[in-house]
């Protein structure tokens, strides 16, 4: 089981997942853990239990991305650190 990116999907992973809502509408529709996702299956497959409360969703591996994966995205970007403010 893979994530989005290729990278090996594992129970346990801090995960963030997309939704496009059907068109060009794009949102994170979870944030969590992997578990009970079973191995051969890159669709939906295991749950994320949320980090921020509320009832677990289910897991599409393909939307989703390993929160390392993501962080360093953010960081090519320019976007891991805050901006200076006054």
Same mark, same amino acid.
């Given at each position: 089981? =893979?994530?989005?990116?290729?990278?090996?999907?594992?129970?346990?992973?801090?995960?963030?997942?997309?939704? &496009? $809502? !059907? !068109?060009?509408?794009?949102? *994170?529709?979870?944030? $969590? *853990? +992997?578990? @009970?996702? #079973?191995?051969?299956? @890159?669709?939906?497959? $295991?749950?994320?239990?949320? &980090?921020?409360?509320?009832?677990?969703?289910?897991?599409?591996?393909?939307?989703?991305? =390993?929160?390392? @994966?993501?962080?360093?995205?953010?960081?090519?970007?320019? +976007? @891991?650190?805050?901006?200076? !403010? #006054?």
């Amino acid at each position: 089981m =893979h994530y989005r990116n290729g990278r090996e999907a594992k129970n346990g992973d801090k995960v963030v997942m997309f939704s &496009t $809502g !059907g !068109g060009e509408y794009f949102k *994170i529709a979870g944030v $969590g *853990i +992997l578990y @009970d996702a #079973k191995p051969g299956n @890159d669709y939906c497959n $295991g749950s994320i239990a949320s &980090t921020l409360g509320g009832q677990p969703a289910m897991a599409c591996m393909i939307d989703c991305l =390993h929160i390392d @994966d993501l962080a360093e995205i953010l960081a090519e970007k320019g +976007l @891991d650190k805050r901006p200076a !403010g #006054k």
